[in-house]
Nanobody, 123 residues
Framework: QVQLVESGGGSVQTGGSLRLSCAAS????????VAWFREAPGEEREGVAR???????TYADSVKGRFTISRDNAKNTLYLQMNSLKPEDTAMYYC?????????????????WGQGTQVTVSS
């Protein structure tokens, strides 16, 4: 089991940037698929970006070209750089891990979750 703690959320205007961090403890995420999800009020949680142990990344169409997921294995930390933010990016953002497993074909199979960090983008 791994504990995940997100940080870096906040309120920005349209076009602004934020960098989310997810610090892992209790277990290394070096050989795990890790991802960012988001959930807006009244909507289902959706996968935003994922990165597998090799560094290969996958993004939701809605964030391609604007968001970048990365990992620092030495710090056991996952990041999400979000640029050109839009009001529709407003949501609670969660990091998640498929501990000691590679990413699958989609955003399913994540068993460990953080508590989330709020991102609000105003127009």
């Amino acid at each position: 089991q791994v504990q995940l703690v997100e940080s870096g959320g906040g309120s920005v205007q349209t076009g602004g940037s934020l960098r989310l961090s997810c610090a892992a403890s209790g277990s290394s995420i070096r050989i795990s698929c890790v991802a960012w999800f988001r959930e807006a009020p009244g909507e289902e949680r959706e996968g935003v970006a994922r990165i597998d142990p090799s560094g290969s990344t996958t993004y939701a169409d809605s964030v391609k070209g604007r968001f970048t997921i990365s990992r620092d294995n030495a710090k056991n930390t996952l990041y999400l750089q979000m640029n050109s933010l839009k009001p529709e990016d407003t949501a609670m953002y969660y990091c998640a891990a498929r501990l000691f497993r590679w990413c699958g074909a989609d955003f399913s199979g994540f068993t460990d979750w953080g508590q989330g960090t709020q991102v609000t983008v105003s127009s």
